[in-house]
């Protein structure tokens, strides 16, 4: 059993493409291009992330991870801050209707 949390915040979770964004690559001094040379992927990738244009995969937080020595967790507990946020959202007026069973 987990604890239920209740508490929807207002603000949209930081996405992990905005943290890469705004604190990493300036912070390493790299461009799309270097960073996507570093990882090992295409730019394309690493340009629709930064944009917020798609989601982080487990294969490119283990990439990020390893380069920035930090853990795959970390990213991938951004991206699913983001995922959760988005579809409680997104089905507000359905979860609405779903009566809790008590224990």
Same mark, same amino acid.
């Given at each position: 059993?987990?604890?239920?949390?209740?508490?929807?915040?207002? =603000? +949209?979770?930081?996405?992990?493409?905005?943290?890469?964004?705004?604190?990493?690559?300036?912070?390493?001094? /790299?461009?799309?291009?270097?960073?996507?040379?570093?990882?090992?992927?295409?730019?394309?990738?690493?340009?629709?992330?930064? =944009?917020? =244009?798609?989601?982080?995969?487990?294969?490119?937080?283990? +990439?990020? &991870?390893?380069?920035?020595?930090?853990?795959?967790?970390?990213?991938?507990?951004?991206?699913?801050?983001?995922?959760?946020?988005?579809?409680?959202?997104? /089905? =507000?007026?359905? /979860?609405?209707?779903?009566?809790?069973? &008590?224990?």
């Amino acid at each position: 059993m987990g604890i239920e949390n209740n508490m929807m915040t207002e =603000r +949209r979770p930081t996405h992990p493409g905005e943290m890469l964004r705004e604190e990493y690559m300036p912070d390493y001094s /790299l461009t799309v291009r270097e960073l996507a040379r570093r990882i090992g992927v295409s730019r394309q990738s690493v340009n629709e992330l930064i =944009r917020e =244009r798609r989601g982080l995969s487990t294969e490119m937080a283990v +990439r990020l &991870a390893r380069l920035f020595g930090d853990s795959p967790q970390s990213w991938l507990n951004l991206q699913r801050n983001v995922d959760l946020w988005d579809a409680e959202n997104n /089905l =507000r007026s359905e /979860l609405e209707c779903i009566e809790s069973i &008590a224990v």
